[in-house]
């Protein structure tokens, strides 16, 4: 065998043809619909007309079909059952069944409107084999209430056209295009303008179109198609798509007995984590963000994941991050009737730096302190925990940027903050309002002079002393002109508040009515001091 075929992909394909009626007899718990043997379609609007969406056996036995029409269909069975189509629900459905094959493989991609493709090259040996594999998918499924089709071949769109046809079947490395050769061109899933000039050109059969010259099918039916064709007979693919991009190390932990306990999980991510802290330390490696993922017995997936601001090289870092975030879960992670896997991945890591800790005491401080901040980030969410950094501009509001922690603790620890003048009041309030609140100034010193008196929030502060005003012109390379210039006061009133408020604009230069003339500023209170 050469090594071009060792290495090459092998792709399961499933297809879930009956997936709305399922997801609907699965909501309603299979009563009355499959006891009954009463047939039940999905119906959708298609140019202003229900037409069948999704059908039942039984009613495919009364000889219905997918994109007939609702009139037509009741005239052939008037005891019909009849549900709305909901597009939104079946790709939840969809993407949950995903979730649950990832126990099989990570890369898992979509395969809309009912179907999925599965990357099992080097991971089917796991299961017994392809076959074993292939089966273990189909009995699942089935078992969950799913209708399931499924094959596996050296190309996604062999796989593909396979599971259209016929069900359980595996190609061998290069006998793709034997394997579909006696199937219709529609199983191809070129779209039905092509199909039906396929057929009028008397190709009916793939086979057919595969012994005509390269040339003269993509002549007359576009590049697109021929590329098709070629995937499908196995001369190259084209790569899948997955829904989550590969995690740099993974390890897990498979039950023959489900466990359901908090020891049994906490045990089993300890033990979990001391194997995945090994394997990244033959590399010098350390976790930035972990994934812990929960599998079902009845198909249900929970994943719950958390970052660290530093790599971590400790397992026992590692626990207490897990304890943190399953303590703070608003919904409780259920078990159901146990978790018969358990997945930890490590999705981002950084290469370990070797430092000296042992001359410098505040290497130590800054590990605790990010450990601290890791420790609250898993509890409560790491965009909750910020710092603060400075930014160049001398728009108040802009002067500071709030940040994640975890991200931006080095940052934070050496930013460097304008100093204040000894013995000097501070310029700038204690607390700054997110939104400046407007406030209502009957009079005023024009042109720039400040308030006697203002009401804010209902109540009147007469002003006793005033310091400014200080000019801040908005960035008009920034701003397109749309904000006003800001003069700044400094306010003490009778009862020992001081405000910073400002006024929103110049006098008979850019404050203006709706007929162009010149129109009295706005006043806003900006922070408060201490």
Request: proline letters at 7%; one cysteine or more.
């Amino acid at each position: 065998m050469s090594a071009s075929s060792v290495n090459r992909r092998r792709i399961l394909s499933l297809w879930l043809p009956r997936l709305p009626i399922d997801r609907i007899q699965r909501f309603f718990g299979n009563v009355g619909l499959h006891e009954t043997n009463e047939p039940s379609i999905v119906v959708i609007k298609d140019n202003n007309a229900l037409v069948i969406h999704a059908l039942d056996d039984a009613a495919s036995r009364l000889g219905l079909y997918i994109g007939q029409p609702l009139a037509n269909a009741r005239a052939m069975c008037p005891d019909l059952k009849v549900f709305d189509a909901d597009v939104v629900a079946d790709a939840k459905t969809l993407s949950d069944i995903a979730d649950w094959c990832d126990r099989f493989t990570p890369l898992v991609a979509l395969d809309p409107p009912h179907g999925l493709f599965l990357d099992i090259t080097g991971c089917a040996h796991l299961f017994g084999g392809e076959a074993a594999l292939l089966q273990t998918l189909v009995r699942a499924l089935g078992r969950q209430g799913f209708a399931v089709s499924a094959a596996i071949a050296g190309t996604s769109v062999c796989a593909r056209t396979l599971t259209r046809q016929t069900s359980g079947t595996i190609v061998a490395d290069g006998g793709e295009a034997a394997a579909i050769d006696r199937f219709p061109v529609s199983a191809l899933g070129a779209g039905e303008a092509i199909t039906t000039g396929l057929r009028r050109a008397g190709l009916k059969i793939i086979g057919d179109v595969a012994a005509r010259a390269p040339g003269e099918i993509t002549a007359r039916f576009g590049a697109r198609f021929s590329t098709l064709l070629a995937h499908a007979l196995g001369q190259g693919d084209a790569p899948i798509n997955p829904r989550k991009p590969l995690p740099d190390y993974i390890v897990e932990k498979r039950f023959a007995e489900p466990i359901a306990t908090d020891t049994m999980i906490a045990m089993t991510l300890s033990r979990l984590a001391d194997t995945l802290i090994a394997s990244m330390e033959k590399q010098g490696k350390g976790a930035r963000r972990l994934e812990a993922a929960f599998f079902r017995t009845d198909g249900v997936v929970r994943a719950i994941m958390v970052e660290t601001g530093r790599p971590v090289t400790k397992s026992a870092v590692i626990d207490r991050l897990f304890r943190e975030r399953l303590d703070a879960l608003a919904d409780p992670l259920d078990p159901g009737f146990g978790f018969d896997m358990v997945r930890l991945s490590a999705s981002r890591t950084e290469i370990v730096v070797q430092e000296q800790r042992d001359l410098d005491p505040h290497v130590h401080d800054n590990d605790e302190l990010a450990a601290l901040i890791d420790r609250i980030a898993a509890r409560i969410g790491g965009k909750r925990v910020v710092v603060h950094l400075p930014q160049d501009t001398h728009i108040p509001e802009c002067a500071v940027l709030a940040a994640p922690a975890q991200h931006h603790l080095a940052v934070a620890m050496q930013a460097e903050w304008p100093a204040r003048t000894e013995n000097e009041p501070p310029l700038r309030p204690l607390r700054l309002f997110d939104r400046p609140e407007p406030i209502n100034v009957p009079f005023a010193t024009v042109p720039d002079g400040p308030p006697h008196q203002f009401t804010w929030r209902r109540a009147l502060h007469a002003v006793v002393r005033v310091e400014g005003p200080e000019r801040i012109a908005m960035e008009w390379w920034r701003q397109d002109g749309r904000q006003l210039t800001r003069d700044y006061f400094r306010i003490e009133d009778a009862e020992g508040l001081r405000f910073w408020i400002f006024r929103d604009g110049l006098y008979e230069g850019e404050v203006f009515d709706g007929d162009g003339k010149p129109a009295s500023p706005g006043w806003y209170v900006h922070g408060l001091f201490a």
